[in-house]
């Protein structure tokens, strides 16, 4: 541990951000690993300058293109991320500029970077002076905040939408809450937030979503520890109610850490339901136990690979089952501004691949009649509606059932041409893909 960066905030949240720009590291991970380093005071504003200026990097890296005449050296770079951090501030957050400079200007000492210290006064002090926020971004990649391939990208499958998408990406998302049915009603929930000065709404055609005005901490949350209610987003929510219209005996949930959807089927269904939910991933595995225990339910969970049923399939097919499948997560970018640095377009061909497969495994698994729920939090038709078409051409026993689990959602789900999409903003959700799938009876 670096002991001289220890106390100060701004030098940790740079190397954090240096970690992920130039590191690869997610940016859950780096906060996680580093911010033991930061007084317990200190790590909201450790979080809010990291998210911050992950999420308007293209913006602050072109601000300091401007700012500096010759670019850093390569040894140097931790300082590109402080400028950032001191640009963030400038920009978006209620410090006072002296504040802002001096102790960016300080954390540039502790990152022993002193004979750069001046640079970073200099270039703060000159982004305040000229006003330089105000100016007009010609650059598409800096206007919108995003890599330009992404932008190519929503462009190209959201012609009608596409500023709305980048712009709600930018935004900061909200805190859902999922109520525990068995336990109570969202009405009672709200009423109990309300008892303890937390302000909260639901709407339409979510029988168990909460959206938080304001963020708290989950400690704050009346009932948290004894399961009554979860932090998932309302778009999410979607998942366990269409799963169970048709099911009352037998679901797998084939990619559930850390059990969200999991958790939310249990709460939801009767007594009668068997639930399995497998996942590939050990440490992820560990999530869904936890969550199963604070809600006070129980099913099968199982490490295994839902690629390979042959290694842990006791050939017993499920009437219902749930394929999140692993994606690139774009309709979640509000809420983890780093995919936009760690995701490639490369990406995208493995990832569809993969959920191919795993389709057509899962196919197997169910029964005549039953219904797999194909679900992504990624926007790119790739990974959505390219691997439906793809599936459904080669198999003539599996049609599109498209009715929703209720009426309501249809207003805010748009109809692709197989699945139904949520985009990301939209009544403040998280943007979400669902396509049901039937097999049929022969
Ligand atoms: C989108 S997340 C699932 C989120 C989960 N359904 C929830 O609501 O909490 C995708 C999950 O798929 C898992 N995964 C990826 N490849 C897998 C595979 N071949 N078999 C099983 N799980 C896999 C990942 O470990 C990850 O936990």
Known sequence: MKKLAAENVRAVSAEIIDAVINGGQSLDAAIANNEVRIAVDDRPLLRMLSYGCLRYRWQIEYWIEQLISKPLRKRDRIINSLLGVGLYQLYKLNIPNYVVVSETVEAAKKLKRKELAGLVNACLRRFERENISKLEIEDEQAKWNHPSWMIELIKKDWACNWQEILEANNKRAPM???????????????????????????????????????????????????????????????????????????????????????????????????????????????????????????????????????????????????????????????????????????????????????????????????????????????????????????????????????????????????????????????????????KIEK
């Not at 394929?323 to 377009?345: E, F, Y």
């Open 176 to 438: 859902w809450l999922r109520v525990n049915a068995s336990k109570c009603t969202v009405d009672q929930y709200i009423e109990r937030l309300s008892s303890v000065n937390i302000e909260a709404y639901k709407i339409d055609g979510f029988d168990n979503a909460v959206c938080l005005k304001k963020p708290q901490l989950v400690s704050e949350l009346p009932g948290f520890d004894s399961g009554e209610v979860s932090v998932q987003d309302a778009g999410a929510q979607i998942a366990a109610h269409w799963l169970l219209k048709d099911a009352k005996n037998s679901v797998l949930d084939a990619c559930a850490a850390p059990g969200g959807k999991s958790s939310h089927i249990l709460e939801i269904a009767g007594n009668d339901l068997s639930l399995v939910s497998i996942d590939i991933n050990q440490s992820r595995i560990l999530s869904i136990r936890e969550n199963f225990r604070r809600i006070g339910k129980t099913a099968t969970i199982l490490e295994a690979d839902a690629s390979k049923p042959e290694d842990w399939w006791d050939g017993v097919k499920f009437e219902a089952i749930l394929l999140d499948a692993p994606c690139s997560s774009s309709g979640v970018i509000r809420r983890h501004p780093d995919i936009k640095t760690l995701r490639r377009l490369s990406d995208l061909k493995n990832l569809s691949n993969l959920q191919l497969t795993l389709l057509n495994k899962l196919w197997d698994l169910l029964l005549p009649g039953g219904t797999l729920l194909y679900a992504t939090c990624s926007i790119f038709s790739k990974e959505n509606d390219e691997v439906i078409s793809v599936f459904l051409s080669n198999h003539d026993d599996a049609l599109e059932n498209k009715l929703l689990p209720n009426n309501n959602i249809r207003d805010l789900m748009i109809k692709k041409e197989y699945g139904f999409q949520i985009l990301p903003g939209l009544l403040d959700l998280d943007g979400f893909y669902y396509a049901a799938l039937k």
